[in-house]
């Protein structure tokens, strides 16, 4: 309705035009009145295969991103669900021990406990 009315105030002239043929020549006036319906009909109707091409296409994109999600995942899918705090312990490849077995010394300590009473 807002774009009816749109359309009416920015083109008022034009409007006046067309009621007066209609009013005075009807014969003229549907002329003018047919090719009016028939582009306003199919803008709306173009207007409405856009917005459900967009709806589409917003809908395929969330079903890949939820398909992703999916696959970073793993085995379990979407049924596992991860709380906070939870820790995931992944064993890593073994590397090269970086300092050898030959560097440093092994010094024996004994714990005194000192009392506390002094």
Do not use: C
Request: aromatic share 12%; no cysteine.
């Amino acid at each position: 309705m807002d774009t009816i009315w749109n359309f009416i105030k920015q083109n008022i002239f034009t409007i006046i035009l067309i009621v007066t043929l209609i009013v005075a020549m009807p014969w003229l006036g549907y002329l003018f009145l047919i090719p009016l319906v028939l582009v306003v009909v199919f803008g709306a109707m173009l207007a409405w295969k856009v917005h459900k091409l967009r709806s589409q296409i917003i809908d395929e994109a969330q079903r890949q991103q939820g398909y992703q999600q999916e696959q970073q995942q793993g085995w379990w899918g979407r049924s596992h669900s991860r709380n906070e705090g939870d820790v995931t312990v992944v064993q890593t490849e073994q590397t090269e021990q970086r300092v050898s077995d030959e560097v440093g010394e092994y010094v024996d300590f004994k714990e005194i406990k000192e009392d506390k009473s002094k």
